[in-house]
């Protein structure tokens, strides 16, 4: 074998191991976000969430501090991590309400997500942090500029409304349908939603 052979050979395995050190730092980093996310979901439901330090965060997740500020530089980065990824989730399985392909069956696919994710949303509702949950989607609604102002009020009272229920639905226990809830919907909102989409 050649010189030359022999370089590009030590060369292909030191890429193939640095691409190996990649994977499996990406996969712990995911490992250490899911932790700790799981964790704050615990600990907000034992108490206030201004009380949850991230030393406490750090332990009931059995990461390190240092894993912890790795990925975020505090907890209510945790939070807005858990919020925006349950949002882009469900905009990606079910579509924008403010697109003009919206139909009435957007809110059955709408609580059908909503029951799914019901182990990750009841906690932060029943904690009371459903007015924090609806800043964080109104600020992505007021981040629409296809919407006029006037739409953007609209858009504001429909997802207001639809939090709203859902949070009454998920504390009462999901006793109606995604059907039903999706009839109550329909029922009150009928070509009530701007559309961002012309």
Known sequence: MTEENCGNRKMAHSDERLAGLRRHSEEVNKLVV???????????????????TVTELCRKAGVSRMAFYGNFQCKD???????????????????????????????????????EKSDILEPIFAAGYHDKYLQMVNSTVLRLS???????????LWTGAIINATVYWLKCGMKETPEQMASYCDKCFVGFIPRAER
């Open 77 to 115: 980065d945790i939070f807005r991590r858990i919020v925006t990824d349950i949002h882009s989730e469900l905009i990606q399985k079910v579509g924008s309400p403010f697109c003009r392909t919206f139909s009435a069956c957007w809110y059955e696919d709408m609580f059908r997500f909503v029951e």
């Open 34 to 52: 899911e932790s700790l996310q799981g964790a704050l979901l615990l600990l907000i439901g034992q108490k206030p969430y201004e009380n949850i």
């Open 146 to 156: 296809a919407l006029s102002d006037e739409e953007k009020y609209l858009a504001l």
